[in-house]
């Protein structure tokens, strides 16, 4: 199997708007996996810089179905990405020879046990809470580093029995991955996932 990732003109759209929201966090890079017709795109909203970083990891995610089987797992620009879908083209994914810590370890692929599931405006109101208690916790014209401090701090936290941490909250919600339905949580090997209508967060 080759490594592109084509899309339809569909799939493709909804990518670029996904990419065009994760831009504003992150570190711009995207993870593309497939062995088969479907691809997944994982990109971090928060993450850990190392080993030595105890800060959480929050990751967006969201799986889309070629229009070929393909296999890859390799790390793009986001920036480099977008362009290539919005002028409808074709992705060569290449191999990955170095790559971010956060896309480094990769959640487990079974064992997922259910944790819960939470109400969509329960999950809108947990992100307002932690939009605040980031607010709260910053000083006067903060810098960039300092914002991604507080924001991490708090996105750490647990907001629900099911599991669901404030970043999965802050995520579902700044994605647009909430529809009617509840999120339900599930959890495995340390990780959380949250999965909503239109995408995933995954955390740990």
Do not use: K, N, Y
Not at 10 to 39: C, I, K, P, Q
Not at 114 to 131: I, S
């Amino acid at each position: 199997m080759h490594a592109i990732l084509a899309l339809d003109d569909r799939s493709r759209a909804d990518l670029v708007l996904l990419l065009d929201r994760a831009a504003v966090f992150g570190d711009g890079s995207v993870r593309l996996v497939a062995d088969g017709e479907v691809a997944l795109l994982t990109t971090p909203m928060a993450a850990a810089s190392g080993l030595l970083d105890t800060g959480p990891t929050v990751l967006v995610a969201r799986a889309s179905r070629m229009r070929a089987a393909a296999r890859f797992d390799g790390v793009v620009p986001l920036a480099a990405l977008r362009d290539a879908l919005r002028e409808g083209a074709d992705v060569e994914v290449p191999d990955a020879i170095g790559r971010p810590a956060w896309a480094a370890v990769s959640p487990p692929q079974r064992g997922w046990a259910h944790g819960g599931d939470v109400t969509a405006d329960a999950v809108r109101a947990f992100a307002t809470q932690a939009a605040a208690d980031v607010e709260a916790a910053l000083p006067r014209s903060p810098g960039e580093a300092v914002r991604r401090r507080a924001e991490r701090a708090v996105w750490a936290r647990a907001v629900d029995p099911s599991g669901l941490t404030a970043g999965q909250a802050a995520a579902l919600v700044a994605m647009r991955f909430l529809g009617d339905a509840p999120v339900r949580v599930t959890t495995a090997g340390g990780w959380t996932r949250a999965s909503g209508r239109a995408g995933e967060v995954l955390a740990r």
